[in-house]
């Protein structure tokens, strides 16, 4: 039981972390029905972004103040993250939104390789890692010499997690900018015929995914202490298997499409082998999608005439 438990917070931290992506993946489908495939190493380029940060932060500008590094490096993060997803989609999306399906999800994996590759080249292919940025915990209890921890790095990432889903919960549910995001989600030329600005509209809701993407980066650097140039694949494809879990759509179905992804790697790993987790993972979301289709808390498509 002891394990279980232990597993069980690590497995709704790293689950956080992929549900934080995969509100990413799930804003950008519900407009304009595209898998943003680069998201993944926007992830990546956050987490880079935000180890460069903290390192000016507290080697050169000699910032003594963990909590206050971590703030500004988190609002750095989230600025310059959302410039480069505002580009890509205004260079390798926008001009392609017209065209067939299969032109933005090519465009999309370009700028996927783009990303990774440019990073290798600029940063260097080794780990690169930095001092940890906030440590200490405290012990749940005791069983058989096994302490049950829970640190604060993890409360910090489940905190995050909770009031961004209900912030952006809040933006799509209650806002204008979610009432405009719906109506392109509908039908973009009507949502433009009635005054929508689509285009405004779908750059923002890049920029907010990018911003949730930094908040993610950040996290993960913060948690593992490490990163390198191929971080963006693999968490990417996880985090895109939790939103087709969860619902691709649903914001909720993101977040609790990536705890039961985090969930399913931690305990598989404690209780099997390490080296299936990935295949228990993407196993349980095949088994899934075979009995519910649209997801856990997906809506079934509605097709427009």
């Not at 069980?8 to 029905?33: E, K, Q, R």
Request: hydrophobic share 55%; net charge positive.
């Amino acid at each position: 039981m002891d394990v279980f438990l232990q597993q069980l917070i690590n497995g709704i931290t790293l689950g956080s972390i992929y549900g934080l992506i995969a509100i990413g993946y799930t804003m950008v489908f519900g407009i304009i029905g595209m898998v943003n495939f680069a998201h993944g190493d926007v992830f990546m380029v956050s987490a880079f972004i935000a180890l460069i940060a903290f390192l000016i932060l507290t080697t050169w500008l000699g910032i003594s103040s963990i909590v206050l590094a971590l703030l500004i490096v988190l609002i750095v993060a989230m600025l310059f993250t959302s410039l480069v997803n505002w580009v890509i989609e205004r260079v390798a999306y926008r001009p392609l939104r017209g065209s067939f399906r299969l032109a933005p999800l090519i465009s999309a994996i370009g700028m996927s390789i783009f990303l990774s590759n440019f990073v290798q080249v600029t940063q260097g292919p080794r780990n690169k890692s930095i001092p940890p940025m906030i440590s200490g915990e405290f012990v749940l209890f005791t069983h058989n010499n096994y302490p049950v921890t829970l640190s604060y790095k993890q409360l910090i990432i489940w905190g995050v997690t909770a009031v961004l889903l209900l912030a952006f919960w809040y933006l799509v549910a209650k806002t204008k900018l979610g009432r405009a995001q719906r109506a392109c989600e509908q039908d973009q030329k009507m949502a433009a015929l009635v005054g929508v600005n689509v285009d405004r509209t779908i750059a923002t809701t890049f920029v907010i995914a990018a911003a949730l993407a930094a908040v993610a980066g950040t996290m993960y650097l913060m948690y593992y202490g490490v990163v390198t140039f191929s971080d963006g694949f693999v968490p990417g494809v996880k985090a895109f298997t939790a939103a087709v879990l969860g619902g691709i759509g649903s914001l909720p179905g993101a977040v609790i499409g990536g705890l039961l992804i985090g969930l399913i790697e931690t305990m598989w790993s404690a209780y099997f082998s390490i080296d299936y987790k990935d295949v228990a993972a993407f196993s349980i979301l095949a088994i899934t999608l075979i009995f519910l289709p649209q997801g856990l808390f997906g809506r079934p498509d509605v097709e427009k005439v």
